[in-house]
């Protein structure tokens, strides 16, 4: 069955369940759209989830997912929030989720973890979860080491369930690239930074949309939790202190609640603006449902182009000859 059919949606694309920012507002949206929306309850309590699932509904009646990520302690109470309210999707990211695998089966709830290398997809395929976004090192956030390019199809190889390809994808020459690597879908979180519903301070939008190719780093590899995002005061701090081999205390000291500095209070010199390395193709806020149709246009574009080119001169031998 298509990824589509199986989540009742319209267009094949996920709104990455980014922690702080993917609430009901985005997520909303993305849903009305035609799209996945994914509630990020990355530093959520139980309540506060439960208040975004109920704002989510009172925006769209259509299907959306609660993104579990499982550095959280609270994982038990947050799932029991995602039961009580009947979410039939979740996403997972950050760790494993075969200790909820049973709950999960047991109630009916697709699972779609994301995977960042082979191994893990194999490991997440035989727990037995319904699909895989298989998210390269250009992502935004918590991330892995492959590129998209490289993790994509060697994912698609080794799993026999769909798989969404994440990172580095803005646009519709990024789906279409996705689908030739042999996904089924894709996930997207930067370009959704951009959009007029996605509830972050005007400065954080504004980093993101001048930002270029350049713009992201990734920290924390000495915590053995690489993140990244883009460059400013407090990230070149981190990068210092991590050079003079820094002790965790203190790096998570200079991190403690910077994300929703940045979100929130807009500090984009202090505050981490977790964005992927595609933000040079992310210039103007649009409305969600122009990112989501316009993508999906030039999707189609491009590949009936590509139909259209001659990779392979096969008279060239017969000219040579
Ligand atoms: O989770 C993400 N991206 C995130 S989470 C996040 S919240 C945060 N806030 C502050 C500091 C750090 C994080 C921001 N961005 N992406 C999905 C993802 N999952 N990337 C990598 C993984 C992953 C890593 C290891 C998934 C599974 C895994 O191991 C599973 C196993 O079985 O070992």
């Given amino acids: 069955m298509s990824i589509t059919k199986l989540l009742g949606i319209k267009y094949p694309i996920f709104q990455g369940g980014m922690a702080q920012i993917a609430t009901a507002p985005l997520v909303g949206a993305v849903a009305n759209a035609g799209g996945l929306g994914i509630i990020g309850s990355g530093g959520f309590t139980a309540d506060r989830l439960r208040e975004e699932i109920q704002k989510t509904k009172a925006i769209t009646d259509k299907p959306f997912a609660v993104n579990l990520m499982l550095m959280m302690k609270n994982i038990p109470e947050l799932i029991e929030v995602i039961l009580e309210e009947g979410v039939k999707i979740v996403t997972t990211g950050a760790g494993t989720p075969a200790p909820y695998m049973e709950t999960f089966k047991e109630n009916g709830i697709i699972v779609i973890p994301v995977v960042p290398s082979v191994k893990i997809a194999k490991k997440m395929e035989a727990l037995g979860v319904d699909a895989i976004v298989a998210e390269g090192t250009e992502a935004g956030g918590h991330v ?67 930002a270029d190719d350049t713009s992201t780093t990734v920290t924390g590899r000495s915590l053995g939790g690489p993140v990244r995002s883009i460059k400013n005061s407090m990230i070149a701090e981190f990068l210092k202190l991590e050079s003079q081999n820094a002790s965790r205390d203190e790096l998570e000291k200079l991190s403690m609640g910077s994300l929703r500095k940045a979100v929130f209070e807009g500090d984009a010199e202090r505050g981490s603006i977790m964005a992927g390395q595609i933000c040079g193709l992310c210039n103007e806020i649009t409305t969600v449902e122009e990112m989501i149709t316009s993508m999906f246009n030039e999707a189609e574009e491009v590949l009936n182009q590509l139909g259209k080119i001659t990779i392979v001169d096969r008279e060239r031998e017969l000219v040579l000859v």
């Fill in 144 to 210: 892995g080491e492959t590129t998209t390019m490289a993790l994509l199809p060697q994912v698609v190889s080794a799993v026999s369930i769909p798989v969404i390809g994440a990172g580095g994808i803005a646009d519709g020459r990024g789906v279409a690239a996705a689908f030739a690597l042999g996904a089924q879908g894709v996930q997207v979180g930067t370009r959704f930074l951009a959009t007029i519903e996605c509830p972050t301070h005007p400065n954080f939008k504004q980093a993101v949309i001048e």
